[in-house]
C-alpha cells in the first residue's frame, strides 16, 4: 500500500518502481500526517505486506516504510528523506532507495522466519510463501465475470442483451488477457412475403488489455478485443415457401472502456462501454431476400460482477 499526495510526480514515480520490482501497488490519496503506530493497523486491514507513506515538504520527500510480520504481530519501520524532489533523476534515485529497502526489511523478515523455531504443533511454512515471493507473484491475479450485455448492430437491428461470462489472467503492470462470450436471451423476429426469421447472436472474443487505479476503490480498464459475431436464424416460412434455418458469421474488433468499483479485496463491480467495427456485415435471408442485416459497425455496455484471487 502507497500513500501520499496523488499530485505529486514523485509518487507516480515511485508506484512504477515499486511495480517494476513485482510489487502489487494500492495508492491510497493521504497527506503523509499518519502516525507510525497507524500504518501498521492499516497494513492489517488491507492484508498489505507493507505500506510505504510518502510526504513532500519544504522540497524534500520524507518516506516511512512499515513492514508487517503478521505471524508474530510485529511491525519494523524504515524512514528515508530525499532534497531536493520534483526533478526526475532525483525522483528517480529515491524511488530506488525505497524499492531497495523495502526489499531488505522482507529479506530480514524471511531470514527471522526461516530461523526461528516454529510453534508446537505448527509446520514450518513452505519457502515459497516467504514475503519476497508473495510479493513476487502478487501481480497475477485470475478473475472471472458475470454481466448483464447488450449489442448494438447498425443497419436497423434491434439491440440483443443477454448474458455474457468471461474470464481474465490479470499480469504484471496492470496488463491483463482476458476471453468472453455472450448468447443473447431472447429472439428478434423479422418478416417478409416468404415468412419469418426468429433471430438470435452470440458472440466470442479475446482481449488484451491495461488495469490502474481509479481512485481509492475503483479501477479504470481499456481493452481491445478480437473474435467472432454471429447470427442464427430460426425460419417460420409462409404457407407455400419451404425455408431453412440461416446463419452468419462475421469476425469483429472491439474497444473497450471499463471503471470497476471495488467491493471488497476480491469482488468489484464492473461496468463497460465499448464500439466496434465487423466484417463481413451480418445478412439472414428469407428466399433470397434480405430481412436482417447488420452492421459494419457495433456497441455494447455491460453491467455485472467480478471475483478477483491470486492463485
Not at 41 to 47: F, G, R, S, Y
Not at 258 to 268: A, I, R
Amino acid at each position: 500500500m502507497l500513500l501520499g499526495t496523488a499530485d505529486e510526480p514523485a509518487l507516480g514515480r515511485l508506484a512504477d518502481e515499486l511495480r517494476a520490482a513485482a510489487y502489487e501497488v494500492l495508492v491510497v490519496p493521504s497527506d503523509g500526517s499518519f502516525e507510525d503506530a497507524k500504518l501498521a493497523e492499516l497494513a492489517q486491514e488491507q492484508a498489505a505486506l507493507a505500506v510505504v507513506s510518502f510526504r513532500a515538504r519544504d522540497g524534500e520527500a520524507q518516506v516511512v516504510i512499515c513492514v508487517v510480520d503478521r505471524a508474530r504481530g510485529e511491525s519494523t519501520l524504515r524512514r528515508l528523506a530525499q532534497r531536493p524532489v520534483g526533478t526526475t533523476n532525483v525522483d528517480q534515485v529515491m524511488a530506488l532507495r525505497v524499492v531497495e529497502v523495502l526489499n531488505a526489511a522482507l529479506l530480514e523478515l524471511e531470514r527471522d522466519s526461516e530461523t526461528s523455531a516454529p510453534p508446537h504443533g505448527a509446520v514450518a511454512a513452505r519457502a515459497s510463501s516467504s514475503p519476497v515471493r508473495q510479493a513476487a507473484r502478487a501481480e497475477t491475479r485470475l478473475g472471472l465475470a458475470a454481466n448483464l450485455r447488450g449489442t448494438w448492430l447498425g443497419g436497423g437491428l434491434p439491440p440483443f442483451v443477454g448474458p455474457q461470462l468471461g474470464g481474465r489472467v490479470g499480469l504484471s503492470s496492470g496488463l491483463f488477457l482476458g476471453v468472453s462470450g455472450f448468447v443473447s436471451a431472447s429472439e428478434d423476429t423479422f418478416r417478409s412475403v416468404s415468412g419469418s426469421a426468429h433471430v438470435r447472436i452470440f458472440e466470442a472474443n479475446l482481449a488484451v488489455g491495461f488495469q490502474a487505479p481509479l481512485g481509492r476503490r475503483a479501477q479504470l480498464g481499456v481493452s481491445l478485443l478480437g473474435g467472432w459475431i454471429g447470427a442464427w436464424a430460426r425460419a417460420e416460412p409462409a404457407v407455400g415457401y419451404r425455408e431453412r434455418d440461416a446463419r452468419s458469421l462475421s469476425f469483429v474488433i472491439e474497444a473497450n472502456g471499463e471503471v470497476s468499483l471495488q467491493l471488497s479485496n476480491h469482488l468489484s463491480l464492473p461496468v463497460a462501454l465499448g464500439v466496434g467495427l465487423l466484417w463481413p456485415q451480418i445478412s439472414v435471408s428469407q428466399a433470397s431476400t434480405p430481412v436482417a442485416v447488420g452492421g459494419p459497425w457495433l456497441g455494447s455496455a455491460s453491467l455485472g460482477l467480478a471475483v478477483e484471487w491470486e492463485p
